[in-house]
């Protein structure tokens, strides 16, 4: 351990609130891929045709099935050992909320109590006429049936429970994810690019209220340059042995 990340670990271990931002970085490990890397999903798919709703109305059978192949990926994905290490830092510190960018469920299936999900989540959908909960599942179209999932109570179209392009962020969730980061000692940002606002605003906003800043990504994000520490590694790997050298701080003789 550097002593610039003991720095963190002391930090960790003394503070009171806890607040971590997650992007797609953090499920990179679980196989999801991220959306702004070489490989990324927006790399292979364009987000103007499927993920505004000009275009799901424009194409309602396309969006749904583009979706119910992330769904079915995701599915299938487990967390990850960077999610698990947030859980046990969860457990270990007073105040803790996990704020994150992802729709992949990946850190409640992990364990984490305080999840502040910014951009929905996937595993949801919704008809847009009634509102009602529905799923994509089996049930969306088969690619040679250009007919789209409706409503089964009011025929409405069914979409993804997630934020598009041009969307708002579900009021609640920014709302407490915004007080969350005021009120953060530790603010961590793992595997964001840290450029779509409004969540790109979260770590500044800790930042100019006190909070320790640390960014965990292998590469340089938006953040980077501003935090007192960057940890350069996978969050499958910079986490556990992090959340580990914070347990030992707390509880010496447990370690
Ligand atoms: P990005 O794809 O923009 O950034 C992913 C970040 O994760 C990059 O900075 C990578 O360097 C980093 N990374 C890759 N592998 C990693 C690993 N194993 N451990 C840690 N970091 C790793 O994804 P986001 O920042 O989440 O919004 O993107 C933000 C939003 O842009 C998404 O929520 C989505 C998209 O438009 C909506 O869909 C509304």
């Known amino acids: 351990m550097t002593s610039v990340s003991a720095k963190l670990v002391d930090a960790l271990a003394a503070a009171e609130t806890v607040v971590v931002l997650t992007g797609a970085g ?11 890397d070489p490989d990324g999903l927006w790399e292979q798919f364009s987000p103007e045709e499927l993920a505004n709703v000009e275009a799901f109305l424009d194409n309602p059978t396309l969006v749904q099935g583009w979706y119910r192949y992330r769904q079915v990926a995701i599915e299938e994905a487990a967390p990850n050992a960077g999610h698990r290490a947030l859980t046990r830092l969860e457990q270990l510190v007073p105040r803790f ?19 502040i999900e910014l951009h929905g989540n996937i595993i949801r959908s919704y008809c847009i006429d009634c509102g009602e909960p529905h799923t994509l599942d089996a049930s969306v179209a088969a690619d040679d049936d250009p007919e789209p999932v409706r409503c089964d109570e009011c025929g409405g179209l069914i979409r993804p429970d997630v934020v598009w392009f041009g969307e708002r962020l579900p009021p609640d969730a920014i709302a407490s994810a915004n007080a969350w980061a005021r009120d953060a000692d530790v603010f961590l940002c793992v595997g964001t690019s840290a450029v779509v606002f409004p969540a790109a605003d979260l770590p500044l906003e800790a930042l100019d209220h006190g ?12 953040v980077s340059g501003k935090a007192q520490v960057h940890l350069q590694a996978p969050a499958g790997e910079a986490l556990p042995a992090l959340v580990e050298a914070v347990a030992a701080r707390i509880n ?4």
């Open 97 to 115: 909320a996990c704020i994150t960018q992802n729709v992949d469920n990946l850190h409640q299936e992990a364990g984490t109590e305080r999840v």
């Open 211 to 222: 909070a320790y800043l640390a960014d965990v990504n292998p590469d340089t994000s938006a």
């Open 252 to 255: 010496p003789e447990a370690a």
């Open 26 to 36: 953090a499920s990179a490990e679980s196989g999801i891929a991220t959306f702004r």
